[in-house]
């Protein structure tokens, strides 16, 4: 509901500064002045959906249902959400990282890397890795997680003190990247004794409305 009022309040200050722009200025000095109030937008409330989008329930957006695969690459019957193509990103400032994302049935989240060559990176299950989520607020997010398995690394059910001034309560950290990767674009940087991890997610809108999609699918 705050999002839709939150567009609608977009629509009516371009409605009103298209008005007063329109009187005595040239068409192009309008159409800088529209564009500094979408820029001012973007910047408190990230990018903006597609309004048609929105309305149709089918659409995940970057998302897909498909599966975990067995350790001889078949398909599992175990379901997953996961992004359709993979995050691109840099592995100790090269850039040949491929990123993906999972989400289970549990709701839970975990991150898998891959090289250039296509071979996974391997996540050693001993090892910290430490994990900074910049919003599209510009609000930095530290997180750690030691509890990985399968070349992914998870993130822990621990609750974690939320650095957000509109936030009073503690959340795990599973909570926090499911909240994150249903709002605006976000930045990565993950560090460990393997090395450091950079990459960029756009857009990572209906996360939530991928995850209803496949629960229908389990239930069938």
């Known amino acids: 509901m705050k999002k839709h009022i939150n567009i609608v309040l977009l629509i009516l200050a371009i409605s009103i500064s298209f008005s007063s722009c329109s009187r005595g200025k040239s068409k192009q000095q309008t159409i800088d002045s529209l564009q500094i109030e979408l820029n001012r937008y973007k910047l408190r409330f990230g990018t903006l959906p597609n309004l048609q989008q929105e309305k149709d329930t089918n659409n995940i957006g970057i998302w897909e249902v498909s599966h975990y695969n067995d350790v001889f690459g078949d398909a599992t019957s175990e379901k997953?959400?996961?992004?359709?193509?993979?995050?691109?990103?840099?592995?100790?400032?090269?850039?040949?990282?491929?990123?993906?994302?999972?989400?289970?049935?549990?709701?839970?989240?975990?991150?898998?890397?891959y090289e250039g060559n296509g071979n996974i990176e391997e996540i050693d299950h001993d090892l910290i890795y430490q994990v900074c989520v910049k919003d599209h607020h510009n609000i930095q997010y530290n997180l750690e997680t030691n509890y990985n398995y399968d070349n992914r690394i998870w993130f822990p059910n621990d609750n974690y003190n939320v650095e957000d001034p509109q936030s009073d309560s503690l959340e795990s950290q599973q909570d926090l990247m499911w909240k994150l990767l249903n709002s605006g674009s976000l930045r990565f940087y993950i560090l460990s004794r393997n090395g450091e991890y950079r990459f960029k997610i756009d857009n990572p809108y209906f996360l939530d409305r991928a995850y209803k999609k496949m629960m229908l699918t389990i239930k069938k």
């Open 80 to 113: 997953i959400v996961k992004n359709k193509l993979p995050f691109k990103g840099s592995i100790n400032n090269t850039l040949d990282l491929s990123v993906y994302i999972y989400l289970d049935a549990n709701k839970e989240i975990s991150i898998s890397f």
